[in-house]
């Protein structure tokens, strides 16, 4: 129980796997004025930063649930590092269906909707992870830019134009879901370019060193078109934000 090998490769440098860069995941736990203590459940924590980040800065203890083998030694490295592998745990499992077997002040699932099929599912899953009065935190894409066509679309990596909201109507949507929006922090194109672009150089590395790979020839391809397809397409129409609601 894995998630594809390319993925890991693509994000092998990545502490952070979203557009949320360091700054931007340290403003998220200020403005939410996160209360030492306080427990957290991450979902597809990919390698724990915000966990371990928070529980250094805010006194947090917590649990991250994901699927990579690798990114999970990352996450257990990181907290070994920053002095709190004592406050936080991890677990290598699939985090879609999965309940905590206490309440939670903070449920979080950034970037990985999937796990819910969607943003009401993983609201829905969240929710029952979090005690009366809790942070719900989510992170999602959205349309900065309405894609002219489905050239647009897909160079997003999205299937179709429906796949995302534009902004207003994604936190109309949370609101719909019964759940107030108390904040948000949202990517710039500098933070996607640090996300994005390192990618790039992992696969160039990963490419140097393992010519011989099968995956080689599929990476190689990317690497020739990624970086022209980013800066075209998802650069320009696609924005991301994590977003904090609590039930009303």
């Given at each position: 129980m894995d998630i594809p090998r390319s993925f890991t490769i693509r994000e092998s440098g990545h502490r952070i796997h979203n557009p949320l860069d360091g700054t931007k995941v340290a403003l998220l736990g200020e403005v939410l004025r996160l209360t030492p203590g306080s427990h957290m459940l991450d979902l597809a924590c990919?390698?724990?930063?915000?966990?371990?980040?928070?529980?250094?800065?805010?006194?947090?203890?917590?649990?991250?649930?994901?699927?990579?083998?690798?990114?999970?030694?990352?996450?257990?490295?990181?907290?070994?590092e920053l002095g709190v592998a004592d406050r936080v745990g991890f677990v290598h499992g699939d985090a879609a269906g999965h309940v905590a077997d206490e309440p939670v002040d903070i449920a979080a699932c950034i970037g990985a909707a999937w796990i819910g099929d969607g943003v009401p599912g993983t609201v829905d899953l969240l929710r029952r992870n979090l005690r009366p009065g809790g942070l719900l935190l989510i992170g999602h894409p959205f349309w900065r830019l309405d894609p002219p066509d489905?050239?647009?679309?897909?160079?997003?990596?999205?299937?179709?134009?429906?796949?995302?909201?534009?902004l207003p109507e994604l936190v109309e949507q949370f609101g719909g879901l019964g759940c107030d929006v108390?904040?948000?922090?949202?990517?710039?194109?500098?933070?996607?370019?640090?996300?994005?672009?390192?990618?790039?150089?992992?696969?160039?590395?990963?490419?140097?060193?393992?010519?011989?790979?099968?995956?080689?020839?599929?990476?190689?391809?990317?690497l020739?078109?990624?970086?022209?397809?980013?800066?075209?397409?998802?650069?320009e129409y696609l924005g991301w934000g994590v977003f904090a609601l609590m039930d009303r």
């Open positions: 990919g390698s724990g930063e915000m966990l371990c980040t928070w529980a250094r800065d805010h006194g947090l203890t917590g649990t991250g649930v994901d699927l990579s083998a690798t990114f999970l030694a990352g996450a257990k490295a990181r907290a070994a489905q050239a647009a679309v897909e160079g997003s990596h999205a299937t179709s134009r429906d796949e995302y909201l534009p108390v904040e948000m922090v949202l990517a710039d194109q500098d933070s996607w370019d640090r996300y994005a672009a390192a990618q790039w150089l992992n696969t160039r590395r990963w490419l140097d060193e393992n010519p011989d790979d099968e995956l080689a020839p599929a990476m190689r391809a990317e020739d078109t990624e970086p022209a397809r980013y800066v075209r397409y998802q650069r």
